[in-house]
Nanobody, 124 residues
Framework: QVQVVESGGGMVQAGGSLSLSCAAS????????MGWFRQAPGKEHEFVSA????????YYADSVKGRFTISRDGAKSTVYLQMNSLKPEDTAVYYC?????????????????WGQGTQVTVSS
């Protein structure tokens, strides 16, 4: 069983930046694709960004491309989401998820282990 715990959410003004972290348990972190999702009130769950198990491939939703950066640190079993140029429409609960080992990072269906979520609020 993999456990993931997000941290780093908060409130920021439009145009500002926030960095989210997600620590994953387990000795096989290096085999998991890792993803970030978000859900805003009244909106569908959105697949925001993902990184392949080896860190060599990245996915970004069009809505965040050029503003968000995902990365992972195998030594710390942690994945990060750097969010710049934030907009009010980025306001949501952000969830980190670990995918099944060696699964395709860009397929949102492979993400099986979820964190509790962290709130990001961007004021205008």
């Amino acid at each position: 069983q993999v456990q993931v715990v997000e941290s780093g959410g908060g409130m920021v003004q439009a145009g500002g930046s926030l960095s989210l972290s997600c620590a994953a348990s387990g000795r096989t972190f290096g085999t998991y694709p890792m993803g970030w999702f978000r859900q805003a009130p009244g909106k569908e769950h959105e697949f925001v960004s993902a990184i392949s198990w080896n860190g060599g491939n990245l996915y970004y939703a069009d809505s965040v491309k050029g503003r968000f950066t995902i990365s992972r640190d195998g030594a710390k079993s942690t994945v990060y989401l750097q969010m710049n140029s934030l907009k009010p429409e980025d306001t949501a609960v952000y969830y980190c998820a670990a995918g099944r080992p060696y699964a395709l990072y860009s397929n949102p269906q492979v993400y099986a282990y979820w964190g509790q979520g962290t709130q990001v609020t961007v004021s205008s």
